[in-house]
């Protein structure tokens, strides 16, 4: 480095020697340059070069790294493209699920819903027809119940033991239906 700065101080001398200006009203005179100037130019320019050969290495190697590391980055690009694809199937897959089910959950409701519709139903009829059953067997079999006599058994037109066992039906009807008892 001290050669460099040494011949750039000798190349300014020389440019301000060459140059046709005035300085304080006279020419400069103008010094041709000599084989010693030449020589000095030359290893000068033969360091530069060296110097400037050893930045053209030390860039090749810095693109060369940089050419890796862009090769690198976009591999993983590439890897986490291919997983971001991957996890967004699985997403839609279980965003189709999900409406699956809620679906599925939805249906199942309004079924359910129906049915519990259909169970209340059953049962209001099925208390119609027990309150139905009472209003109009009770009496009767009360009435049945009230006119059982000795003299009835006697003319039961298949005996007394058959008679016996129509009214056991008869009171196990009453019974079975909760009637009330009959008032006067």
Excluded at 45 to 52: F, G
Excluded at 147 to 166: C, I, K, L, T, Y
Aim: charged residues 25%; proline residues 3%.
């Amino acid at each position: 480095m001290d050669r460099l700065t040494e011949l750039d101080t000798y190349v300014t001398t020389l440019q301000t020697a060459v140059d046709d200006r005035h300085e304080g009203g006279r020419q400069v005179i103008k010094k041709e340059p000599t084989h010693q100037d030449h020589q000095m130019a030359d290893e000068v320019l033969a360091d530069r070069a060296d110097q400037l050969g050893a930045a053209v290495q030390s860039l090749r190697a810095a693109v060369a790294s940089l050419d890796e590391r862009a090769s690198h980055i976009e591999t993983t690009a590439t890897a986490a493209d291919t997983r971001v694809s991957e996890v967004a199937k699985s997403n839609k897959r279980a965003v189709i699920a999900i409406v699956v089910l809620v679906v599925i959950v939805i249906v199942g409701g309004w079924l359910l819903r129906q049915n519990q519709q259909h169970i209340e139903e059953i049962r209001a009829l099925q208390q119609q027809g027990i309150s139905l059953r009472q209003d109009t067997l009770c009496p009767i079999l009360q009435a049945a119940l009230a006119n059982d006599s000795p003299e009835a058994r006697a003319r039961f037109a298949q005996g007394p033991v058959a008679h016996d066992m129509f009214v056991a039906r008869i009171k196990h009807g009453v019974d079975a239906m909760h009637c009330a008892p009959l008032t006067n």
